[in-house]
């Protein structure tokens, strides 16, 4: 009885405690302003299919000049359970829409919400829908 009581005491102070130790890890709104969205209309040029999360390289041309966007999103195993694969981030190297909340630091970095494809289909990250 007493090895129960510890273990219903010790699920419960993890349960209590992992979501705000997760959210301090993580912390996206430290990192990403989430009062902003950016759309960048360009190629996935390359997806890095690695953790802790997946990482986007927007190629965009904005008033003649080349811009590079890295762009972070969810890890690995909630696209799969998405059914979000590498080859269907990379889409077939035609324009994609890519919308993002924008580093506090740097404006070519930012945290995917959605891409919206020429083939008409879409992708939304975090219940992102617009």
Same mark, same amino acid.
């Given at each position: ?19 705000? +130790?997760?959210? !301090?890890?993580?912390?996206?709104? $430290? *990192?990403?302003? %989430?009062?902003?969205?950016?759309? &960048? ?37 909630? +696209?799969r359970? !998405?059914?979000?694969?590498?080859? $269907? *981030?990379?889409? %077939?190297?035609?324009?994609?829409? &890519? ?30 829908n617009?």
């Amino acid at each position: 009885m007493k090895q129960a009581f510890v273990a219903a005491i010790a699920i419960l102070t993890a349960g209590l405690l992992g979501p705000s +130790a997760a959210t !301090a890890h993580h912390g996206l709104v $430290k *990192l990403y302003d %989430d009062s902003k969205r950016v759309t &960048v209309n360009g190629v996935i040029e390359d997806v890095a299919w690695i953790n802790p999360h997946i990482y986007l390289k927007v190629v965009s041309v904005e008033n003649g000049q080349q811009k590079i966007y890295r762009v972070e999103s969810v890890p690995i195993a909630f +696209a799969r359970r !998405a059914g979000i694969t590498k080859a $269907k *981030l990379l889409g %077939d190297g035609r324009p994609a829409q &890519v919308t993002f909340m924008p580093s506090r630091t740097d404006p070519l970095l930012g945290w995917s919400m959605a891409i919206k494809y020429a083939d008409g289909r879409n992708i939304s990250f975090s219940g992102f829908n617009e």
